[in-house]
């Protein structure tokens, strides 16, 4: 399996990518999704050097992972938030995740970061991504809340 930067020619896996994830999401709240907006997101982080891809055999995906250094609201210290870590259902309990984690742990410190921050939010596998970032490390941070507004749930 190799990591590598992701490049304009991989916009297209991504949105179609992202469309399986979004398929595979059970809290996604039943929005819309928009290859359009996805294509342009990956983009900005592809142009920010902020997306990865793993591959196994050359060419075929096994997942991606996406993130973006910002400043703290309150510091100028900088901060990397994941927009998404995903890996396929056939290549999950592989080395994909920790390899696409351990590729953005190394641009943070290239970005001069001094925090990582990752949410789980699509309700896939939860609990195992949760153990394995706790293995790799992370510590929780909070709890994230969500409220559908059109159905009040």
């Known amino acids: 399996m190799a990591i590598r930067v992701a490049t304009e020619g991989d916009v297209e896996g991504m949105v179609q990518m992202g469309r399986h994830m979004y398929a595979e999401g059970t809290a996604l709240g039943g929005r819309r999704y928009s290859s359009r907006r996805v294509a342009v997101l990956m983009r900005r982080l592809i142009e920010d050097g902020g997306c990865w891809v793993a591959t196994v055999g050359g060419d075929r995906w096994a997942?991606?992972?996406?993130?973006?250094?910002?400043?703290?609201?309150?510091?100028?210290?900088r901060v990397v938030t994941d927009f998404f870590v995903y890996v396929s259902p056939e290549h999950r309990g592989s080395m994909a995740a920790v390899r696409l984690l351990r590729a953005m742990e190394g641009w943070a410190v290239d970005m001069n970061a001094s925090l990582i921050r990752l949410g789980i939010t699509t309700g896939v596998c939860t609990e195992?991504?949760?153990a394995l970032y706790r293995r790799l490390g992370y510590s929780d941070a909070g709890i994230l809340f969500a409220k559908d507004l059109k159905s009040g749930q």
């Open 128 to 130: 195992d991504t949760a």
């Open 63 to 77: 997942g991606a992972a996406g993130a973006m250094c910002t400043e703290n609201w309150f510091s100028p210290d």
